[in-house]
């Protein structure tokens, strides 16, 4: 029992004390109970060991039950005090709760009752305490909360970070969407020998096939139409530094075999030039494809992934270290509730249970996101199961679009209004789902990418508002 939170009894008369104790008990029996007969003992208990719930009579020789609630709650703010007095007067009652009493309760005292409010007094201090050695993790931890953890998987992925951080070899990150390929891309920069130097990020399939060898290689005047100065690459920007190449496993044929040039021989070419530049520059790639099939269907060069996987770092389905959520959801919570400016909130002991139950397929950037929405949805400071349920907008019908039917129109017109209509409702709900991964997004609607690409384009559709 000494792990048992405890509950003090302070009464200067033994017998009621005692009365208490045997009564409160039995309905409590994961408490321990200790009495001493006043304010003095009462402080000196409390410096001695500290207690969860302190219920304590208000008129007693020496210190009063609102001077002891004063003192003991300069040792231990949180502590839960609760008042009994015979004196029940409104005044007393206001002025014990503005001091910060728990809870006030009249005499002659219902037992049951008393045991409801200690026991909710122990939920309180299970869940304050519970939240203070999250923060106190969080703290410790000294990195993105997304890649806090104490599970073995996510340990590791510390571990192997800090490995590879030393060298200078390509990394090859993998895992699915949403796990935190480019922080853990981030965190590898910062302990790095290049820490100094540029860290630049691009998402491959974000940029159209035929201007992404000039966004990375760079290119000269008129290589091609439009092109009316030399304008310098990505790998030249990020000289001395790192550049990730974000989905690398959705960049075309043709940019692979530049690539594979540049790995091998540590020098550009901009489009339309005849002269390599040298380039001093650490690559690290990402990607949620299966390579090895990319290779199997021939769209993935296997000489370039031989490159790209020097080095190797997975980064782990939240579902691998469901023990986790407790520690990044409330890590989530206090940047959120910074970032929105709302006082703190903390989860309920059922709240994180109810996270920790659910499967996040869109990984600990969804975690983030619902996060996100509790902290502007939820209304109390405590955020519990019925508030998570309420905020899970999960399952719900996208709003239909209006059509403007004032006007008679020409079939054709009306037409093109219904299938716009339908047709940003689809792809709306498919980025949604895919986490505005255009790659993935086309593979699952059965589109080309290209078209996929026209069709955001058409509909004013940003990608990266999904992600």
Same mark, same amino acid.
């Given at each position: 029992?000494?792990?048992?939170?405890?509950?003090?009894?302070?009464?200067?008369?033994?017998?009621?004390?005692?009365?208490?104790?045997?009564?409160?008990?039995?309905?409590?029996?994961?408490?321990?109970?200790?009495?001493?007969?006043?304010?003095?003992?009462?402080?000196?208990?409390?410096?001695?060991?500290?207690?969860?719930?302190?219920?304590?009579?208000?008129?007693?020789?020496?210190?009063? $039950?609102?001077?002891?609630?004063?003192?003991?709650?300069?040792?231990?703010?949180?502590?839960?005090?609760?008042?009994?007095?015979?004196?029940?007067?409104?005044?007393?009652?206001?002025?014990?709760?503005?001091?910060?009493?728990?809870?006030?309760?009249?005499?002659?005292?219902?037992?049951? !009752?008393?045991? %409801?409010?200690?026991?909710?007094?122990?939920?309180?201090?299970?869940?304050?305490?519970?939240?203070?050695?999250?923060?106190?993790?969080?703290?410790?931890?000294?990195?993105?909360?997304?890649?806090?953890?104490?599970? %073995?998987?996510?340990? !590791?992925?510390?571990?192997?970070?800090?490995?590879?951080?030393?060298?200078?070899?390509?990394?090859?990150?993998?895992?699915?969407?949403?796990?935190?390929?480019?922080?853990?891309?981030?965190?590898? !920069?910062?302990?790095?020998?290049?820490?100094?130097?540029?860290?630049?990020?691009?998402?491959?399939?974000?940029?159209?096939?035929?201007? =992404?060898?000039?966004? =990375?290689?760079?290119?000269?005047?008129?290589?091609?139409?439009?092109?009316?100065?030399?304008?310098?690459?990505?790998?030249?920007?990020?000289? $001395?530094?790192?550049?990730?190449?974000?989905?690398? $496993?959705?960049?075309?044929?043709?940019?692979?075999?530049?690539?594979? !040039?540049?790995?091998?021989?540590?020098?550009?070419?901009?489009?339309?030039?005849?002269?390599?530049?040298?380039?001093?520059? %650490?690559?690290?790639?990402?990607?949620?494809?299966?390579?090895?099939?990319?290779?199997?269907?021939?769209?993935?060069?296997?000489? =370039?992934?031989?490159?790209?996987?020097?080095?190797?770092?997975?980064?782990?389905?939240?579902?691998?270290?469901?023990?986790?959520?407790?520690?990044?959801?409330?890590?989530?919570?206090?940047?959120?509730?910074?970032?929105?400016?709302?006082?703190?909130?903390?989860?309920?002991?059922?709240?994180?249970?109810?996270?920790?139950?659910?499967?996040?397929?869109?990984?600990?950037?969804?975690?983030?996101?619902?996060?996100?929405?509790?902290?502007?949805?939820?209304?109390?400071?405590?955020?519990?199961?019925?508030?998570?349920?309420?905020?899970?907008?999960?399952? $719900?019908?996208?709003?239909?679009?209006?059509?403007?039917?004032?006007?008679?129109?020409?079939?054709?017109?009306?037409?093109?209004?219904?299938?716009?209509?339908?047709?940003?409702?689809?792809?709306?709900?498919?980025?949604?789902?895919?986490?505005?991964?255009?790659?993935?997004?086309?593979?699952?609607?059965?589109?080309? %990418?290209?078209?996929?690409?026209?069709?955001?384009?058409?509909?004013?559709?940003?990608?990266?508002?999904?992600?």
């Amino acid at each position: 029992m000494s792990d048992a939170p405890r509950v003090l009894l302070v009464d200067d008369q033994p017998d009621f004390a005692r009365g208490l104790v045997r009564l409160l008990a039995p309905k409590l029996p994961d408490a321990r109970f200790d009495q001493v007969q006043s304010s003095d003992a009462a402080l000196a208990s409390l410096r001695r060991e500290p207690c969860a719930v302190l219920v304590t009579d208000l008129r007693m020789p020496g210190l009063s $039950g609102l001077e002891l609630l004063e003192q003991a709650l300069a040792l231990a703010p949180h502590l839960g005090v609760v008042l009994l007095t015979a004196y029940g007067d409104i005044d007393t009652a206001v002025a014990a709760l503005k001091a910060g009493a728990y809870d006030f309760l009249t005499k002659p005292v219902d037992s049951q !009752h008393l045991a %409801r409010v200690i026991a909710k007094g122990l939920e309180r201090d299970a869940l304050l305490r519970e939240n203070s050695r999250l923060r106190a993790m969080v703290a410790a931890g000294g990195c993105e909360p997304s890649l806090l953890g104490q599970s %073995r998987a996510m340990v !590791h992925v510390r571990e192997s970070i800090a490995a590879v951080a030393g060298s200078d070899y390509t990394v090859l990150i993998r895992g699915e969407s949403g796990t935190g390929k480019e922080l853990a891309a981030r965190a590898i !920069h910062a302990l790095s020998g290049r820490a100094g130097g540029p860290f630049l990020s691009v998402n491959c399939p974000a940029i159209p096939d035929q201007l =992404l060898e000039s966004e =990375l290689f760079g290119h000269v005047r008129g290589a091609f139409t439009g092109a009316e100065r030399d304008r310098k690459g990505l790998f030249q920007s990020a000289d $001395g530094g790192v550049i990730v190449l974000d989905e690398i $496993g959705d960049i075309p044929m043709s940019v692979q075999t530049k690539l594979l !040039h540049v790995l091998q021989e540590r020098e550009v070419r901009p489009v339309g030039s005849s002269r390599p530049i040298a380039v001093n520059v %650490r690559i690290l790639a990402a990607t949620n494809q299966d390579l090895e099939a990319r290779i199997a269907d021939k769209t993935f060069r296997e000489d =370039l992934y031989y490159r790209l996987n020097v080095l190797n770092l997975r980064m782990p389905a939240l579902r691998e270290h469901r023990d986790d959520i407790p520690l990044l959801a409330t890590a989530f919570l206090e940047r959120a509730c910074r970032e929105t400016g709302i006082g703190e909130k903390v989860f309920a002991a059922e709240g994180l249970a109810e996270l920790s139950g659910r499967d996040w397929p869109g990984n600990v950037r969804e975690l983030l996101n619902f996060v996100r929405r509790l902290t502007v949805f939820c209304r109390g400071d405590i955020i519990g199961r019925e508030a998570i349920r309420a905020a899970d907008q999960t399952g $719900g019908d996208l709003p239909e679009t209006e059509v403007d039917n004032s006007l008679p129109c020409p079939y054709l017109e009306a037409k093109a209004r219904v299938v716009d209509a339908f047709t940003r409702r689809y792809v709306e709900q498919l980025l949604g789902q895919t986490r505005g991964n255009i790659s993935e997004a086309a593979r699952a609607s059965g589109l080309e %990418r290209v078209s996929l690409q026209k069709i955001l384009r058409r509909l004013g559709i940003a990608a990266e508002s999904f992600r």
